[in-house]
């Protein structure tokens, strides 16, 4: 299978020692530096994550926009848009703009979101769930309006005096193929096979929140499988596509050791916690030498699986840093992995 592999960034910024990432503009401005950076490596994907309330990345299209207008060839888009903060028919309208600038390269991951800073911090943008919902079901009714409005339904009444018609009118602009390129980001197996039967790609992290007491991989490998099983079930007429996120930390350089060989020393292994109410089983870091760092993700069943690797890179060391370990990657890693 061939693979894609890209990089995902939480876009940090904090003015600590050691952080080249100390303002939000550092952390704006650095994300589409190492965009194009990461194009002129060959890498196939810009990535980023979407938190509110915290110093982080917030809001996507301004920056998805300004990527796509300094490149040509890289995919970008976000891993995940927590949707219980979003109109979705603004947000339709900001994904199918962005997607028209970058001439269909956008790929955009939504969900319900992670844990957060805020609490309850949707409901301070104003949504609040219909009685009787979930945060889940809000987020999923929030992405049916949005999915419907950038396939070009019509989403409002039309007024005669002005359009003489009393039909629906869709959003405009629209951007053609940008309803195939949305991704529901899956958390469990049972959330794999619903993204399935809605007829989008799966997005799954470093962390599944449900544990069987497999590795983490095998886990992951069944969520994959039973999506895959579950849209040949639904009928699509289009083979989807299927991400993965991994922690990647290849030492090749004195700088690299000092960053991260104390954990290249260390016992790696998957982690079992608590989160959102339940058990999370979280997947283990890849540090240390290029080929030894090759071979784990040879045997690593998830990551076979899919056809895109994402790859968690460590933002607040600067661009010239994460372009270093994303070269390391693509030349010494990837190819083993599946790339190219």
């Not at 979705?88 to 269909?104: F, H, K, N, Q, R």
């Not at 989403?155 to 949305?182: E, F, H, K, W, Y």
């Not at 980001?185 to 790609?201: F, H, I, L």
């Not at 370990?325 to 890693?333: G, S």
């Amino acid at each position: 299978m061939h693979k894609k592999i890209g990089y995902l960034s939480f876009g940090h910024w904090q003015p600590i020692p050691g952080s080249q990432t100390r303002t939000a503009r550092d952390a704006l401005v650095q994300s589409i530096e190492l965009a194009v950076a990461a194009e002129e490596l060959g890498i196939d994907g810009a990535f980023y994550r979407v938190h509110h309330f915290a110093r982080q990345l917030a809001s996507p299209f301004p920056l998805l926009a300004a990527i796509a207008a300094r490149t040509s060839r890289i995919e970008m888009g976000t891993g995940v848009i927590d949707m219980r903060y979003e109109n979705p028919l603004y947000m339709a309208e900001e994904a199918a703009a962005t997607d028209l600038i970058s001439d269909g390269r956008l790929q955009l991951g939504v969900s319900r979101g992670s844990p957060e800073t805020a609490l309850n911090g949707s409901e301070a943008f104003g949504y609040v769930p219909e009685e009787g919902q979930t945060d889940a079901d809000d987020a999923r009714a929030r992405t049916e309006v949005f999915r419907a409005a950038i396939a070009g339904a019509g989403v409002a009444r039309a007024n005669p005096q002005m359009t003489g018609t009393t039909g629906a009118l869709a959003i405009q602009p629209q951007s053609p193929g940008l309803t195939d390129r949305i991704w529901w980001g899956a958390g469990t197996r049972a959330t794999g096979v619903w993204t399935a039967e809605q007829g989008m790609n799966l997005m799954s992290s470093t962390l599944l929140t449900e544990d069987t007491g497999v590795p983490f991989d095998e886990l992951q490998a069944e969520q994959i499988q039973l999506y895959r099983s579950a849209w040949a079930e639904a009928g699509w007429d289009r083979e989807p596509r299927v991400s993965v996120s991994r922690s990647i930390l290849p030492i090749v350089s004195d700088l690299d050791r000092e960053y991260f060989g104390a954990m290249a020393q260390g016992e790696r292994q998957d982690q079992v916690g608590h989160l959102d109410g339940g058990l999370a089983r979280f997947g283990k870091s890849y540090v240390g030498e290029p080929d030894a760092i090759a071979e784990e993700l040879a045997r690593d069943a998830a990551v076979q699986d899919a056809d895109t690797l994402l790859v968690t890179v460590p933002n607040q060391l600067g661009v010239g840093y994460n372009a270093h370990l994303l070269e390391t990657i693509a030349k010494h890693i990837a190819p083993a992995a599946g790339w190219r």
